[in-house]
T-cell receptor, first 111, second 116 residues
Framework: GENVEQHPSTLSVQEGDSAVIKCTYS??????FPWYKQELGKRPQLIID?????GEKKDQRIAVTLNKTAKHFSLHITETQPEDSAVYFC??????????FGSGTKLNVKP | GAVVSQHPSWVICKSGTSVKIECRSL??????MFWYRQFPKQSLMLMAT?????????EQGVEKDKFLINHASLTLSTLTVTSAHPEDSSFYIC????????????FGNGTRLTVT
């Protein structure tokens, strides 16, 4: 199956700074890459996603970039706010079937 | 749209007993649902893919006789943890793609299982 690796495991930034989380995947057939935000004790919530036919996607302060050749994709959060503090998971899937998740990044935004 | 409901949200059971967790798609039909397990401060590990009307497919290392999955209708999948042991204590989350072939994955609220 797919193997998704995620770095860093923890990330601490000052409010207003940018945060970048990186993921790599192993299966070149994977074509869909979502990012989820999970607050303590709650379900993961989809925040942004990208398909393999697109190199970059942006939604307000959040953006995702994809490099298919290198098989890596990244989440970028600009102007971070304390409410952005959570655990973020990347995932990879082939044709929206069997989503495999990265190990998670705990983001702490310090006010 | 694409609401996934999971029940119960938490359960405590004694060692040796079985526990059933329900996952429902409330506003769409889900031919496929996925069951994940999450240990504290760890990632979501895919356990099995639940297919409506057919047998579930399990990931390597997941005991199918211990984690029984039934997907009897297009809106309901159940996971039964049989003969539960303390090491089965975990957070179990179901998920389903929304209606259509290219829909994102949406998660239920999860079930925190504690086996004493």
């Amino acid at each position: 199956g797919e193997n998704v690796e995620q770095h860093p495991s923890t990330l601490s930034v000052q409010e207003g700074d940018s945060a970048v989380i990186k993921c790599t995947y192993s299966d070149s057939a994977s074509n869909y890459f979502p990012w989820y935000k999970q607050e303590l004790g709650k379900r993961p919530q989809l925040i942004i996603d990208i398909r393999s036919n697109v190199g970059e996607k942006k939604d307000q302060r959040i953006a995702v970039t994809l490099n298919k050749t290198a098989k890596h994709f990244s989440l970028h959060i600009t102007e971070t706010q304390p409410e952005d503090s959570a655990v973020y998971f990347c995932a990879g899937a082939k044709n929206f079937n069997k989503f495999y998740f990265g190990s998670g990044t705990k983001l702490n935004v310090k006010p | 749209g694409a609401v996934v409901s999971q029940h119960p949200s938490w359960v405590i059971c004694k060692s040796g007993t079985s526990v059933k967790i329900e996952c429902r798609s409330l506003d769409f039909q889900a031919t496929t649902m996925f069951w994940y397990r999450q240990f504290p401060k760890q990632s979501l590990m895919l356990m099995a893919t639940s297919n409506e009307g057919s047998k579930a497919t399990y990931e390597q290392g997941v005991e199918k006789d211990k984690f029984l999955i039934n997907h009897a209708s297009l809106t309901l999948s159940t996971l039964t943890v049989t003969s539960a042991h303390p090491e089965d204590s975990s957070f179990y989350i179901c998920s389903a793609s929304g209606q259509g072939s290219n829909s994102p994955l949406h998660f239920g609220n999860g079930t925190r299982l504690t086996v004493t």
